[in-house]
């Protein structure tokens, strides 16, 4: 069965910076898209960023400060998280996507929570 395994998160004060990883376990490829979205407390989950090849998306309230990467060698995509600000703060998942335009998500795991303290 393939699922993902997130890690990296924690605390950090607003300005911090986090590396959140995302390691596939199984054999199986899903899709060639992968990316992260996130839940706070009384709010719609949000997609913050996905890629698929050379392709990438972001939402528009983390543009310019997360960065998506992978490492194709070891099957990991990471999330670069600079200047966090406290409404970052959230459990932030890890999954397949069917392309970066397409804000679905499939085989997350567990998830690694994420606060940012003002």
């Known amino acids: 069965q393939v699922k993902m395994v997130e890690s990296g998160g924690g605390s950090v004060q607003a300005g911090g910076s986090l590396r959140l990883s995302c390691a596939a376990s199984?054999?199986?490829?899903?899709?060639?898209?992968r990316g992260w979205f996130r839940q706070a407390p009384g709010k719609n989950n949000e997609g913050v960023a996905r890629?698929?090849?050379?392709?990438?998306y972001y939402a528009a309230s983390v543009k310019g400060r997360f960065t998506i990467s992978q490492d194709n060698a070891k099957n990991t995509v990471y999330l670069q998280m600079n200047n966090l600000q406290p409404e970052d703060t959230a459990m932030y998942y890890c999954g397949y996507c069917s392309d970066v335009n397409a804000d679905s998500f499939s085989h997350w795991g567990q998830g690694t929570q994420v606060n940012v303290s003002s």
């Open positions: 199984g054999y199986s490829v899903i899709s060639n898209c």
């Open positions: 890629i698929s090849g050379s392709r990438t």
